[in-house]
């Protein structure tokens, strides 16, 4: 193949990728929404979600600094490039409504709101818990998602980080996370 036909090649199959002409190695937005859509229990809603934070995450997973077997797996061949644009793409979409807020109780969500008070969730994550660059916005997500993001900083299972959240969450009980994440998954 001549550098003139290999160069056209690849202009072509970016071109495809971005129009999303045909199906590629490097997947395109709607198939992480096949996973992180509606309906789905322990994963998090990219929509609305900081555009570092979501960087810095793919990132960690491409370089296994996080772990989960299948963000490893589909995360291995991106390029920067292509990271910050899945960043940017989901980043800029209105936040995704909480889709278990049907089981919340409104006295287990004041108890939640006196442990995020007590720990000074707000310090870090926002007022309005909305969070800023890396640290994630946390309002309105899926109760099981929080739930098993605070138990893995806790059992050192999500150590991509500085430390900051394990420090927080170290001593909290199950029955306390749950408590939490009736609060921040009450936040509209
Ligand atoms: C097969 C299902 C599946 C697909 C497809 C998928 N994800 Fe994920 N993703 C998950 C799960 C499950 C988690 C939570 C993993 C964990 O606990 O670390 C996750 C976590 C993430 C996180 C971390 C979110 C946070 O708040 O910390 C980001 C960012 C992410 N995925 C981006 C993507 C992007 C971008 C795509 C498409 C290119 C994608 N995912 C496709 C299942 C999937
Ligand atoms: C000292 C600052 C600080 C405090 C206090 C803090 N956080 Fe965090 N939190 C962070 C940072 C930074 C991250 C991102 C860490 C990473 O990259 O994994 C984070 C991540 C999280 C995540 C993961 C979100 C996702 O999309 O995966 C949850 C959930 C969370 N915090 C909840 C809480 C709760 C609940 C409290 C109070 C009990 C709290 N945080 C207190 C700084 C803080």
């Keep these: 193949m001549s550098a003139m036909s290999a160069m056209c090649t690849t202009t072509l199959l970016l071109l495809s990728w971005i129009l999303g ?6 997947p395109l937005p709607q198939s992480c929404i096949r996973c992180h859509g509606a309906g789905q229990s322990a994963v998090a809603s990219l929509e609305g979600q900081h555009q570092e ?3 810095k995450q793919i990132k960690d997973y491409r370089s296994r600094l996080r772990i989960h077997s299948k963000m490893n797996e589909i995360t291995q061949g991106m390029s920067d490039p292509q990271i910050e ?3 940017g793409y ?5 936040p995704r409504k909480n889709d278990d807020l049907a089981r919340l109780i409104p006295e287990r969500i004041q108890q ?4 995020a008070n007590a720990m000074n ?3 870090c994550h926002g007022a309005d818990y909305k969070g800023f660059g890396i640290t994630p916005s946390i309002r309105g997500m899926r109760r099981s998602y929080i739930a098993s993001q605070l138990k893995d900083y806790r059992d050192r299972r999500r150590t991509n980080e500085s430390g900051v959240m394990f420090s927080v969450v170290q001593f909290l009980e199950d029955s306390d996370i749950d408590l939490l994440t009736e609060f921040l998954g009450s936040l509209p």
């Design 53 to 55: 934070y979501l960087e």
């Design 121 to 123: 969730c707000a310090v």
């Design 21 to 26: 002409a045909e199906a590629q190695a490097i």
């Design 112 to 115: 939640g709101e006196r442990i």
């Design 90 to 94: 989901f980043s800029k979409l209105p």
């Design 85 to 87: 644009f899945f960043a």
